[in-house]
């Protein structure tokens, strides 16, 4: 069974940088939609970005948007680069696949395949 994971969460400091990867042991990434999704203490999970398999067209939730960017990178893998992060971005992150052909959304009841996460914490 596909299996996602989750790197790069960490620490940093209010208007700092991170990259978070998804990867795929023995899969490659490409055949899917991808999303990104992130759950904050006592909040439900929000979907954050994903990226179609049909064109590799992306897609933010407007409370990244111009701050967030997914890529894909090799095969086996997508990035989320975070840029000028915020406290409110606090949350544990995860990525998940979409294998319909449709263009990507942010609905978690579409995806499948969810990794165990990687805690991202901004302090302020």
């Known amino acids: 069974q596909l299996q996602l994971v989750e790197s790069g969460g960490g620490l940093v400091q209010t208007g700092g940088s991170l990259r978070l990867s998804c990867t795929a042991s023995?899969?490659?990434?490409?055949?899917?939609?991808i999303g990104w999704f992130r759950q904050a203490p006592g909040k439900e999970r929000e979907g954050v970005s994903c990226?179609?398999?049909?064109?590799?067209?992306t897609y933010y939730a407007d409370s990244v948007k111009g701050r967030f960017t997914i890529s894909r990178g090799n095969a086996n893998t997508v990035h989320l680069q975070m840029d000028n992060l915020k406290p409110e971005d606090t949350a544990v992150y995860y990525c998940?696949?979409?294998?319909?052909?449709?263009?990507?959304?942010?609905?978690?009841?579409?995806?499948?395949?969810w990794g165990q996460g990687t805690q991202v914490t901004v302090s302020s």
């Open positions: 990226i179609s398999r049909r064109d590799d067209s």
């Open positions: 023995d899969w490659a990434l490409s055949y899917y939609n």
């Open positions: 998940a696949l979409d294998d319909r052909i449709s263009l990507c959304a942010l609905w978690p009841a579409d995806y499948r395949s």
